[in-house]
């Protein structure tokens, strides 16, 4: 029997990871329908890329910095409980890299390819795993301290604040550094206008997102035992809210139609194991309205130039997660309990310092050692040409 328990257990967290490995083509095609034409390749190979850096950080540092746990050792020591920790590994390190999947979007179209895969092992290698040990792995002891004096440790049950609040605050701080798009806001207050290249694609990504994220959120269970269908169903009330309030507030805008459920499965993630339904259904609404809102806000009047709006999506929602958690997630609004409203806020706090100080550093140094913006005719010319050296549609220019 303990066999076929870890058997099952392999395979049920493996099935996790390939679904959230599923969703990283969701970030890229994502990107892909939100940029200009001329940055579509670009979005496609900044993905993959960040993904395989991700890994090596990850392997070597990240995994072993969050949970104390090496690979140097022979295969048959790795294959103890049929290789459980192995698929842990797999299934946590789709997380991880997350996080240059939530910055990329910000960062699009004006971004040097070469430094922004520097950012990513460091980012991947330490800054993410030093907050996500603290959350997940109990490091320097500031859950029990949490519990001691306010109840409850801060909950995160699949990174609200610990994978999407962190990238997104990664992500303000890099975007702030790179500065807008040129041309994005002139010198007499109007604000240029750059629709998406591709609403099909952005739908695509969106629709690989959703499908995704229940892996995302199921999963987190990480054992057969304990997995909850309060999980899956949570997620689902929680998208369905988003979408109905960012169509509402976006005015049938597509953009934020298919944003709208991004906003309530990043702010159900948290408390998705702890909040009854109708409490994941507000959670949602609110977060789809923050999301048009605060995006609208950023990008017009703070002039902000995000070229997905991932600080508002993933970085405020991320926070609104955090927060949820500790109101919904209460005995008195129906919820599961074990829930402490200031650990939820401490905690949540903790993340967006660490998340934003060390996007300051890192892309910082960068900044100041060998830069992180294309020059200005690179960008003219568009990142597939400058970078790559072919555009999405090398056919049509061809035949011109």
Known sequence: MDVLKNGTDVFFILMGAVMVLAMHAGFAFLELGTVRQKNQVNALVKILSDFSASTIAYFFIGYTLAYGVSFYHGA????????????????????????????????????????????????????????????????????????????????????????????????????????????????????????????????????????????????????????????????????????????????????????????????????????????????????????????????????????????PLHGLCGVWGGIAAGIFGSTALGGMGGVSLISQLLGTLLGVVIAFAGGLAVYGALKAWVGIRLDAEAEFNGADLSLHRISATPEGETSK
């Open 76 to 311: 048959a020591a790795l294959m103890d409980h049929s290789g459980h920790e192995l698929v842990r590994f797999f299934f946590l390190l789709t997380f991880a890299a997350a996080i240059p999947a939530i910055v990329s979007g910000g960062i699009a179209e004006r971004a040097k390819f070469t430094p922004q895969l520097a950012a990513t092992f460091v980012l991947v290698g330490f800054v993410y795993p030093f907050f996500e040990g603290i959350a997940w792995n109990d490091h320097f002891g500031i859950q029990d301290w949490l519990t001691r004096h306010f109840g409850a440790p801060f909950h995160d049950f699949a990174g609200s604040v610990v994978v999407h609040a962190v990238g997104g605050w990664i992500a303000l701080a890099a975007v702030l550094l790179l500065g807008p798009r040129r041309g994005r806001y002139r010198k007499d207050g109007m604000v240029a206008a750059h629709p998406p290249s591709s609403i099909p694609f952005l739908a695509l990504g969106a629709w690989i997102l959703i499908v995704g994220w229940f892996g995302f959120n199921v999963m987190s269970a990480q054992t057969i035992d304990k997995i909850s269908g309060l999980v899956a169903v949570n997620s689902l009330m929680a998208l369905v809210g988003g979408t109905l309030a960012a169509l509402v507030a976006g005015r049938n805008d597509p953009g934020f139609v298919h944003n709208g459920p991004l906003a309530g499965l990043v702010a159900i993630c948290a408390g998705s194991d702890v909040m009854h339904p109708i409490g994941a259904l507000v959670t949602g609404v609110i977060a789809g309205l923050l999301f048009v809102w605060m995006f609208t806000f950023t990008q017009n009047r703070l002039k902000i130039d995000d070229v997905l709006g991932v600080w």
